[in-house]
């Protein structure tokens, strides 16, 4: 079964840069049939998808956030990372990573609050 | 990018009774849907994949279907434990994206 733990700072300021690790563990993240994403949910709200990374390097992001977003993988550490720049007050959320699979997405992280404050 | 409206947004219900939440795509997504149950401070819980497939482990009174581009989520039978928060989410063509959600309240 896999596990996903996201890691990185709670608070960030506005106008600096997000970063947050999502550590997988009970399987490998080279596994050829998942593509690794992240999603966030703003506070009393819904859910969007931020972008999602295969284990080779490929990407895809959401139009709306594609200027500041970057995911990236590293195999030999079993993680993926999601770096998002600029932030302001709007980009406050839980944010999760997820296993992105045909059969949706099964396995997620705990999630892990930012607040972008000053 | 395919709007997916979910409706209703609240829904009041009994235990024991069946309910279902509705949603539609802004055009084809296949069976590229899925449904998802949230509780407050948890991760969303995967339920149904492909529109209609039932998730591993999720008790077989949870059911999807779909026809064209509107797919339901049916309960039949309302437990305590499935008073929370429902979302669909495309997964057809990126960028993903999900329904606004419906809030299952106890009536």
């Known amino acids: 079964q896999l596990q996903l733990q996201e890691s990185g700072p709670g608070l960030v300021k506005p106008s600096e840069t997000l970063s947050l690790t999502c550590s997988v563990s009970?399987?490998?993240?080279?596994?050829?049939?998942?593509?690794w994403g992240w999603i966030r949910q703003p506070p009393g709200k819904g859910l969007e998808w931020i972008g999602s990374v295969y284990y080779s390097g490929s990407t895809y992001y959401n139009p709306s956030l594609k200027s500041r977003v970057t995911i990236s993988v590293d195999t030999s550490r079993d993680q993926f990372s999601l770096k998002l720049s600029s932030v302001t007050a709007a980009d406050t959320a839980v944010y999760y990573c997820?296993?992105?699979?045909?059969?949706?997405?099964?396995?997620w992280g705990q999630g892990v609050l930012v607040t972008v404050s000053s | 990018d395919i709007q997916m409206t979910q409706s209703p947004s609240t829904l009041s219900a009994s235990v024991g009774d069946r309910v279902t939440i509705t949603c539609r795509a802004s055009q084809s997504i296949s069976r590229w849907l899925a449904w998802y149950q949230q509780k407050p401070g948890k991760a969303p819980k995967l339920l149904i994949y492909?529109?209609?497939t039932l998730e591993s482990g999720v008790p077989s009174r949870f059911s999807g279907s779909a026809s064209g581009t509107e797919f339901t989520l049916t309960i039949s039978s309302l437990q305590p434990d499935d008073f929370a928060t429902y979302y669909c989410?495309?997964?057809?063509?990126?960028?993903?994206?999900f329904g606004q959600g419906t809030k299952l309240e106890i009536k």
């Open positions: 492909e529109a209609s």
């Open positions: 997820a296993v992105d699979s045909t059969g949706g997405w099964p396995f």
């Open positions: 989410q495309q997964y057809n063509s990126y960028p993903y994206t």
């Open positions: 009970g399987g490998s993240i080279s596994n050829n049939n998942y593509y």
